[in-house]
DNA sequence: GGCACTACTGACAGGTTCTGACAGTAATGT
DNA sequence: ACATTACTGTCAGAACCTGTCAGTAGTGCC
């Protein structure tokens, strides 16, 4: 990547967030040491970019339009919708039918040149009416996630032993071939995580559950595995 | 003036304008080379930014109101950005950084309300670097689909017998967990399908390869699979 | 006041990219 | 066939860029 296409992703970079960004963090977005994001935000704020910053804060763009109309280039059509079609494959129905629609946005604006692009990328993901199972507690999850029910599961572990208990599910982690679900489970009092495929039943409870400073996906991440959310 | 101010002066000076211009004109107006203004018109397109050319009429960036908006759904925003991240942790290289900068290109048009819900979605998937190997034969696979290259492969089946042929890459396809190569193999003279994680060495190879009616993607799923190709 | 830390600027050697000039290609019109 | 126009590829020389390191300024703590 060289200069002219990392200021504009820069800029793009400050313009996809509501908050400040320090220089260390854009340091390693971009794969450039801190002394060249210091350049570039200089070059960016000579070339009349609006860009702010602050020690301790970081930088910021104020919204004024800077942007030209944007297209995507061929790898990024390419990665959208591959990425879309796993969605479809590997998420659950409801988001399945996001993703659907938002590729028929995308292809709306396509010139037919790219569009030809699209017809002609290597890849197939099959939908296997197999994993519409799973495709169903992946969407019951995602919505106690979103929605923060509690939720009575019944569960298998590894040894094939069935528990049943209660769970805050906090979020859903993406491995090679499974989902697994990162929840406080009440009856143990600590995080557990749970394979989507061992649960035999779940049921989304009325009751809600609040996220603390010690109980969420943040903590877990960073004091358990010792991670940074960047989520 | 250095190429990133120059890059930056040349979208404002295309959108200043109703009607197209030439590249002389532009060359004049910037103090450079016509060769230069081409080099400059094609590292914008290759950013992204519309700029639409013809012989003996000049550029234009394809004015916004030519271009649908992408509105997104909040569905459609979290395939968008789940499958994006899936792109990122299972393909390779250089489709997860197509990825990447596609997603900077959504969320740098979103609301304030879209962006937030877009922080608070209750996905991780996070990107190995164990799983760089595999990253790396996945680029090399996707390579040689694209460029229709034969490519000569060391293998090991599931009795870890080891087998080097001369392969043709027809496609890729994904299942939960693993990617295999749709291939037609010149050693047996049929298609076979080959595990990403069981090819021990991989060449592409100069010579090219040309699909047929009875050696194709399409071919296969239709007469051996008995699955229309969704394309 | 001294020290540690943070965010930034200046300088440098080595590396990378860029430029204009020129040759070549493709399309169009006479 | 020839001329013109718009573009692409190549090359030598020029210009710019990068990470590292030292230094500066500001802040907070002891």
């Given amino acids: 990547m060289n200069k002219s296409e990392r ?12 908050t400040a960004i320090t220089a260390e963090a854009i ?36 919204p004024a339009n ?9 790898d990024e059509l390419q990665a959208l919708l591959v990425g879309n079609r ?22 709306s604006i396509l010139t037919e040149h ?12 099959p939908i296997l009416e197999s994993d519409d199972g799973l495709r169903e507690v992946h969407g019951k999850l995602r919505r106690a996630c979103e929605q923060r029910h509690k939720v009575r ?19 859903m982690i ?3 071939g499974k989902w697994t679900l990162l929840a406080w489970c009440e009856l ?8 989507f495929d061992r649960f035999e039943a779940l049921d989304l409870l009325e009751e809600n559950f609040r996220t603390t400073s010690d109980i969420s996906i943040a903590h877990y991440l960073q004091s358990v595995i010792g991670m940074r959310d960047p989520g």
């Fill in 153 to 171: 599961a019944i569960y298998l572990d590894e040894k094939q032993e069935k528990s049943e208990r209660t769970i805050w599910p906090l979020g």
């Fill in 114 to 125: 790219l569009k030809q692009h699209a017809e002609q990328q290597p890849y197939r993901i």
């Fill in 86 to 107: 796993m969605v479809q494959a590997f998420t659950d129905q409801d988001l399945a039918k996001g993703a659907r629609s938002a590729e028929l946005k995308i292809r």
């Fill in 27 to 62: 340091a390693e977005a971009m794969g450039v040491s801190v002394r060249t994001v210091y350049r570039d935000v200089q070059a960016l704020v000579l070339s009349g970019v609006p860009v702010e910053g602050e020690p301790g804060v970081g930088y910021m763009i104020r």
């Fill in 7 to 18: 200021l504009f992703q820069l800029v793009l970079l400050l313009r996809s967030r509501r």
């Fill in 188 to 195: 143990r009092h600590a995080y557990r995580n749970f394979r």
């Fill in 174 to 176: 993406g491995w090679t």
């Fill in 66 to 74: 800077h942007l030209p109309p944007l297209v995507f280039t061929p």
